[in-house]
């Protein structure tokens, strides 16, 4: 955290803080576009955060070649830097708005979109005066000397001293997004082919040309397109795409729900190949092009048809280029229609490519590639919540639609990525994060019954008597029972619950998760107002085990967990079990309890049997072989009559302070 004698800024004149090896900072994040940018923006009023912010670019300067007049953005001014995180924060869009006195005519303008000139001066605006920024800087190299140390991050500037620096960091977060692409064939064609991404900078020599090829059939060609259509004396223009058809942009309320943490959930558990066909069969939901383009480019191509001595204007889709060469001084390209086959050659001036972006290389990472998460392509593949290697050291901001599917490149879902990253640098959460942002389910069928085990109020109490003995289970309270959880799951025996050696906050931070998800619910067992364990209740349809067996409306899934006692009673297990049982079967919407403890648990699995579950075979889960079992509904044994002996049964562990110690996953 801040060091006493260092600060980090952006502002000449200062000193700018490094970090040292035993010193290091918190963060330091390689790319300041969009996505790093808001990461700074999330990261500065978080005082004691020492962060650097490096790019080699001298300023921060979004697509300038795109930055047509009128051209506005395909996301909301709610896809700011910051708002999906933190709606007060001062590097807000509204924020800048009122800074810029715009607030008033953007709000008469009555549109929810942009300009992307806007947009560009929004971003430029907070890269003024946000802190930690540091541009003139090339990545050169990563390495970690110490296997348990900071990362040390050298640096070489662009201006002519190109002076060399070292910084050290606990978390490198790799924020160098993508660029633009050529497709091979056409980088031979020298001057004479460009990318979209630079059409700007070449408008006035291309608008001269007497013929000019446009490829692709996204956003960014469509607007080149109109732009070169609406040209006074503008050249004849041909719009070639391998695409099947000119796909509209599909921006529906219920297709926007596919850039959700929810989707992305689902996304993540198909296999790699599978996830590049479904980011391949998806073209329209983020590379098509805007109805108001659309409409743009129609209304231009009836004017010039309607509009004597005009430069032609040609379109055709499912068309492939399949050669450049050179006619005459002129580009001649070799083209194949997808869908008969036919062959066709045309003669052009020049090509401009809506080709599409590609991940920016990270030379700078293969010393250190062996320790960060790739797949079977070498791609860089962060886990869930952006993290590339083992220890979360490494974060990935946009790296990929192969891992984080239309999640990556939206800009408004950087907030919640950018949130991420500095809960887990942090280890508390700064910004609240949204669990639950969708009406619809994907590869999962929820159920549709309120179970109440799943749904009840926080008041609830839930009281059993079992032998004589008194228990009762209430909803945890994150901030009352928190330091009780802590003492419980961090220590070494809850290994199964994932949160060894987790401090007090994470905790609370998984609790506080817990209990905004409709899916689940924890807990707390008490014996005659004393706590003895953790019960959490859960739809299986929601959970890995969905994949394992076929989810019956009606069933919920039960984990048990039981405390240490300093005096173990004989047949607490058991009851605790029995306890947790009546709980959920006080609801009649349950039909079936589920549980899945690790098939090397005879412990618990005897206490399973024992309260009438089948055993019905052995399943893979993500942490775990796990022993499926099933208690219906019909096989459920009144608490009251239960017997909690453990002599002379099968069910019998043989010491009592077993029953109590044991870790009861079920």
């Known amino acids: ?62 697509h300038p070649g795109l930055l047509f007049e009128d051209a506005t953005l395909q996301v909301p001014f709610l896809a700011d830097l910051v708002t999906m995180a933190d709606p007060t ?63 040390a991050v050298r640096t070489v500037s662009t201006d002519p001293a190109q002076t060399e620096q070292v910084w050290w960091t606990r978390h490198l977060v790799v924020g160098t997004g993508t660029r633009p692409t050529l497709p091979g064939m056409l980088q031979d064609a020298g001057a004479d082919a460009i990318h979209t991404a630079d059409y700007l900078h070449r408008r006035e020599d291309l608008v001269s040309r007497d013929h000019v090829t446009v490829l692709g059939s996204g956003q960014s060609a469509a607007e080149v397109v109109v732009d070169l259509l609406e040209a006074t004396d503008g050249p004849a223009v041909d719009w070639i795409t391998r695409s099947p058809r000119f796909y509209p942009m ?66 055709l889709a499912a068309t492939a280029l399949e050669s450049v060469g050179r006619h005459d001084g002129r580009l001649l390209l070799g083209w194949t229609l997808a869908e008969n086959h036919r062959e066709r050659q045309t003669l052009t001036d020049a090509v401009v490519a809506g080709s599409g972006y590609e991940p920016t290389p990270v030379p700078w990472l293969d010393r250190i590639r062996g ?10 593949s962060p886990d869930r919540l952006h993290r590339a290697n083992a220890e979360g050291t490494v974060h990935v901001l946009n790296h990929g639609e192969h891992t984080h599917a239309l999640v990556a490149p939206d800009l408004g879902m950087g907030p919640l990525r950018n949130a991420h990253i500095l809960a887990h640098v942090t280890g508390a959460e700064p910004y609240l994060t949204e669990s639950r942002t969708t009406f619809q389910s994907f590869g999962r069928l929820p159920q549709t019954a309120g179970l109440k085990v799943l749904t009840c109020p926080e008041s609830t109490v839930h009281a059993v008597t079992i032998s004589q003995r008194q228990f009762t289970l209430r909803p945890v309270n994150v901030d009352v029972d928190a330091p009780l959880l802590h003492e419980w799951l961090s220590a070494p025996r809850a290994q199964a619950w994932g949160l060894v050696g987790a401090d007090e906050r994470r905790v609370a931070a998984e609790y506080e998760r817990m209990q905004q998800e409709p899916s689940e619910r924890a807990w707390l067992l008490e014996e005659s107002g004393r706590p003895i364990g953790l019960v959490e209740t859960y739809d299986p349809a929601c959970s890995p085990l969905a994949a394992a067996y076929p989810v019956r409306d009606g069933d919920v899934g039960l984990h048990l967990f039981l405390a240490p006692a300093e005096a173990p009673v004989p047949g607490t297990s058991r009851a605790a079990m029995a306890a947790a049982l ?47 079992s099933f208690l219906d509904r019909a096989n459920h044994r009144d608490p009251s009559r239960l017997s909690l002996d453990t002599a002379g049964s099968e069910d019998h562990i043989d010491a009592p302070n077993t029953l109590n110690t044991v870790e009861a996953t079920a």
Not at 274 to 283: C, E, L, S, V
Request: net charge negative; aromatic share 10%; charged share 30%.
């Open 582 to 628: 009546d709980l959920l079967l006080a609801d009649p919407a349950v039909q079936r309890v589920v549980v899945e403890p690790d098939a090397a648990n005879h412990a618990i699995r005897r206490i399973n049997r024992w309260a009438g579950f089948l055993e019905q075979g052995e399943v893979d889960l993500p942490d775990k072989t796990a022993c499926l």
């Open 250 to 315: 599909e921006y529906s309320k219920l297709s926007l729900e596919l850039t959700s943490p929810e989707y992305l959930d689902h996304f993540r558990d198909l296999p790699e190949d599978q996830r590049d066909r479904i980011n391949a069969d998806q073209p329209q939901l983020h590379r098509g092009i805007s109805d108001d383009t659309i409409n743009r480019l129609h209304e231009a191509l009836y004017v010039r048809r309607n509009t004597g001595g005009r430069a032609p204007v040609r379109l």
């Open 371 to 380: 320790e960060l998460f790739t797949d079977a392509q070498g791609r860089l």
């Open 89 to 151: 924060s001062r590097f807000s869009y509204l924020s800048w708005l009122k800074q810029t006195q715009r607030l008033y005519p953007f709000y008469v303008r009555e549109s929810f979109y942009p300009l992307r000139r806007e947009y560009n001066d929004y971003c430029r605006w907070a890269s003024s005066e946000v802190r930690g920024l540091h541009w003139n800087q090339e990545v050169v190299d990563v390495t970690r000397p110490d296997p348990e140390g900071p990362w």
């Open 1 to 62: 955290m801040k060091s006493a004698n260092a600060l980090t800024t952006n502002k000449p004149g200062v000193d700018t803080d490094r970090g040292t090896t035993e010193d290091p900072l918190d963060l330091l994040c390689v790319g300041i576009g969009p996505f790093g940018l808001g990461l700074a923006c999330l990261a500065d009023p978080l005082e004691d955060l020492r962060v650097a912010f490096l790019d080699k670019a001298p300023e921060f300067n979004w």
